[in-house]
């Protein structure tokens, strides 16, 4: 029982020192469903059913240590090729997340926020989403922001055409025109750049998400796949994350 004491102690001590250096911002890449549930012989629609209830339980975390903004990474504009059964599924989680997460969200004071085209998004999915947002949208907590039917690529061509289209119309003149007023054209010009990027699943890549906005984002690359992303491996990264020294192109002078 003493030792138990000791190792509480210890991490009660860590998690002091991390939220000296919390980050504002974390994204997250949810990789790795799909190959966890063929690890064990299972569909891979339980690999996806497991990865919601990861959701819920990163973003309560993230809600208690104080962290402002988490974007997680849902469902990108490459995902329609994927089978259609799955596809259809991946179509029905928010329905089925916000019908069970809601009384935690309002709990926690967590504002749902979502990027992406959610036009082009089934009913059902689109009606989830709506409410969400409604039902939460005076939570002054932790955003929430899901990245649905999201590629950075198209939110970038997208900026392009609009501030073009301003330019056209003598909304903008072309010497006005900077990184911080091509930022106010993107989907995610209401939050602040991401701190901090995590992928599961072992992959190191990318995947056409928030290409713009991750510039100066540490990177962190984990091997655990996203439904055995428990709250202790965030905790991991968020160690990591704060032993990083973040001098955005500059030089530490110390």
Known sequence: MFKFFIKKNKKEKLEDKII?????????????????????NLP?????YEGMQTVKKITKYASNLGIEYLTLYAFSTENWSRPKQEVNYLM???????SSFMPELMENNVQVRVIGNVADLPDSAKNAIN?????TKSNTGLKLIF????GSKLEILNAVKDIVNDYK??????????????????????FPNPDLLIRTSGEQRIS?????????SEFIFTKVAWPDFTEEEFYKSLQEYQARDRR????NED
């Open 92 to 98: 029905g989680l928010p329905e089925k997340m916000f």
């Open 44 to 48: 891979r629609i339980k690999g996806h």
């Open 169 to 190: 119309n003598d909304v903008i003149s072309l010497d006005k025109i900077s990184e911080e007023i091509f930022s106010n054209y993107l989907s995610t010009k209401d």
């Open 20 to 40: 000296k250096k919390i980050p504002k911002h974390v994204a997250i890449i949810m990789d790795g469903n799909g190959r966890w549930a063929k690890k064990r």
């Open 208 to 216: 056409n998400f928030l290409l713009w906005q991750i510039a100066y």
């Open 147 to 150: 990245a649905l039917n999201y």
């Open 131 to 135: 409410k969400a947002i409604e039902e």
């Open 248 to 251: 955005f192109g500059g030089l």
